[in-house]
């Protein structure tokens, strides 16, 4: 449950994101890891909702990757009260640490305007299977949303090609 649970809220934050991101061409955020390397979603993701803050051309074409990570890490601390809680060097690398990605965009989501649309959960749904959720997940997402609540069974019959139950053992106590 932990996992769905997880993941469920991973696919919300990454609507939440390419939502924010859309007008953007030059960003395209399909996961938590490479989509923010070149710094420039965790900039259009401050921009979408303070455009206010900085002049967003500026910052795509005069900056390095490490640079543009930089002015977003300064912006969100000095403006959003978001500790710098990555360093530059770190994510500007061809895979950097998915979690640390998650936890930072995560502080954002908690500061930012949060509305994510039904349409925008259906976009990351399509993304190409190597940047989403499994099609168990997936399915477990769908019921999980629609009845609140998660059928025991069904969890058995989709985990259950995949995982190894040990067989119980009896204590007397």
Known sequence: MAGLQQTNS?????????QSTRNYPQVNVINFTSSWSDGLAFNAL???????LFDW?????????????EHAFNLARQHLGIEKLLDPEDVATACPDKKSILMYVTSLFQ????????????????LPRHSRVTREEHIEVHEQHFSQEVSFTFLLSSCSSKMFFPPVLHHEF
């Open 111 to 126: 500061v930012l305007p949060q509305k994510v649309t039904m349409e925008a959960i259906r976009e990351v749904e399509m």
């Open 10 to 18: 991973e696919m919300i934050l990454l609507s939440w994101v390419r």
């Open 46 to 52: 401050l921009h979408s909702h303070r455009p206010d």
């Open 57 to 69: 051309k500026a910052v795509v074409s005069q900056q390095s990757p490490v640079q543009r990570l």
